[in-house]
C-alpha cells in the first residue's frame, strides 16, 4: 500500500494502491486503519463499489450500524444510508442535506460511531467544478492548542446531546428532510464527556457536535449552549481543517472520536445530481 499524505495538515491522508473491490489481507486493512487513527480522514479514490464491497470493507474495521432514522437506508441494505438530492416517484431517496452542521456522526447514541465510510456515486459539477464538498475539523489539533487550565476545566464536563432538536433547526432552514417520529423514545438524551480519550490512539480530543449538543451537565442553559458555540468555533478553526472536493469512486473514512464533519449542499440543485452511499462503524462508549 503507498500513502501519499496531503499538504494541508495532519487532518486527512490519501491511500492509493488498494482496491477495495478485491480481497484484502489482514495487513492491508490494519494499514488503512491506522493511516484513519493517526490522520482521521483518509482518502481512497477511483474505487468501484458494490454495496456489498462497501459494507464488505466496513465491516473489516467494526461492526455496520443502521441508522435511526430508517427513511433513507437503501432497499435490502439496511447497513447503507443514502445521501442524495435525488427525486422519484415524488420523494427524495436519501437525505439532500446530511450533515449541514459541524457534527460527529452517532454522537446522540450512547455509543457514538467510530467511523463512517461516504462514497461517491453521483458527484455533481457545475463549470467544470465538482460541488457538494465535504469540510473536516480535527479535533485532536484542537484540544492540542487549548491552555492547560482549560484542558483541566473542561475534563470535568459533559455535554448532553438530544437527536430530534436538529429536526427542527433544519427544518427553519427549509430542510424537507423526514423527521423522525418519537424521536425522544427512539434516542432519549445522552451525556459524554466534552475531553475523551481515543480508544486506539489514546489521544484526547474535544468531543462536541453542533445540532445536537443542546447543554452541559450541571450548567446554565445559557451559559451552556454559549460553551457549546465556542467550541465548535475552536474546533473548527482554519488551520484545523480540511474540505473534500469529491470525485465519482471517491470513498472517504472519517474517525469520528477526533474529528467534526459538515456537508455543503447550497451550491448545487437539481438537475445536477449528488448520490452518495454510507456505512456507518458502531462505537464505544466515550472516556
Known sequence: M?????ARSQLGFEVTGVDLSKPLDDATVNKVEDALVRHSVIVLRNQRLTPEQHKGFGARLGEPAIHVNKAYLLPGHPEIYIVSNIVENGRNIGVADAGPTWHSDFSYLPAPAKYSLLYALEVPVIDGESKGDTSFASCFAAY?????KKKSELEKLKVIYRYGDQYEKRRQAGSKLVPLKEAAEVTPDVAHPIIRTHPKSGRKSIFISDGTSVGIVGMPEDEGKQLIRELI?????AEFCY?????????????NASSLHRANSKDYALPYRRRMHRVTIKGSIPF
Open 2 to 6: 503507498d500513502s501519499v499524505a496531503t
Open 243 to 255: 474540505t473534500h472536493k469529491w470525485q465519482v469512486g471517491d470513498l472517504v473514512i472519517w474517525d
Open 144 to 148: 492540542d492548542a487549548l491552555p492547560e
Open 233 to 237: 468555533n475552536h474546533c473548527t478553526r
